[in-house]
């Protein structure tokens, strides 16, 4: 069956950096769009960014453009969103989710990680 | 960006009843090469969870989902109708629109027991 596995969140301070993963099991990893969503108590949830089966397309929220980097390595069907200069508001749950062959509807969501950013 | 509206923000249903849930987009969300699908989604989440696909393309359901759930609307309104409300029904509803990048999410809304 299809898993979806978070990993790399943690307490960093403003301005700092984290990279988090999703490693992928059950899937066809290059025949799907993955993204990440992030979920706050106070903005509920929120798209962060998208990548395509190639690696190709690459979309972000306004957000997060210029500080946060998608990307993903097939080979080892896993997902990674690198996190720079990373402030207070980008608190939140982070999940990975699958995009569906028809759309960006997410059928498939890991359990989320927790990014803190406090000093 | 499209902005996804939901109403109400909480909702407090007798079990057996039938709750319904609003979204509005404040644009259409039509699918442009046939206008007559809507980029529309809903999602249930529980305490702890992570969001779980209820409804595709505003009114397919998603294999497995009960067929109490049901969507309707086209173009920019909504609804998420639970036909008879069961106990493990109490969740936080979402919307999403799929039509444009940035996708985006509604509020919310809390379904809860009378």
């Known amino acids: 069956q299809v898993q979806l596995v978070e990993s790399g969140g943690g307490l960093v301070k403003p301005g700092g950096s984290l990279r988090l993963s999703c490693a992928a099991s059950?899937?066809?990893?290059?025949?799907?769009?993955m993204n990440w969503i992030r979920q706050t108590p106070g903005k509920g949830l929120e798209w962060v960014s998208y990548i395509s089966g190639s690696g190709e397309t690459i979309y972000y929220a306004d957000s997060v453009k210029g500080r946060f980097t998608i990307s993903r390595d097939n080979a080892k069907k896993s997902l990674y969103l690198q996190m720079n200069s990373l402030r207070a508001e980008d608190t939140a749950v982070y999940y990975c989710a699958r995009g569906s062959s028809g759309g960006s509807w997410y059928g498939y969501w890991g359990q989320g990680t927790l990014v803190t950013v406090s000093s | 960006d499209i902005v996804m509206t939901q109403s109400p923000d909480s909702l407090t249903v007798s079990l057996g009843e039938r709750a319904t849930i609003n979204c509005k987009s404040s644009?259409?969300?039509?699918?442009?090469?046939?206008?007559?699908?809507?980029?529309l989604a809903w999602y249930q989440q529980k305490p702890g969870q992570p969001p779980k696909l209820l409804i595709y393309?505003?009114?397919t359901r998603e294999s497995g989902v009960p067929d109490r759930f049901s969507g309707s609307g086209s173009g920019t309104d909504f609804t998420l109708t639970i036909s008879s409300l069961q106990a493990e029904d109490v969740a936080v509803y979402y919307c999403?629109?799929?039509?444009?990048?940035?996708?985006?999410f509604g509020q919310g809304t809390r379904v809860e027991i009378k």
């Open positions: 999403q629109q799929y039509s444009r990048i940035p996708i985006t």
């Open positions: 644009q259409s969300v039509l699918y442009s090469p046939n206008n007559k699908y809507s980029s």
């Open positions: 059950g899937i066809a990893f290059t025949d799907y769009y």
């Open positions: 393309w505003a009114s």
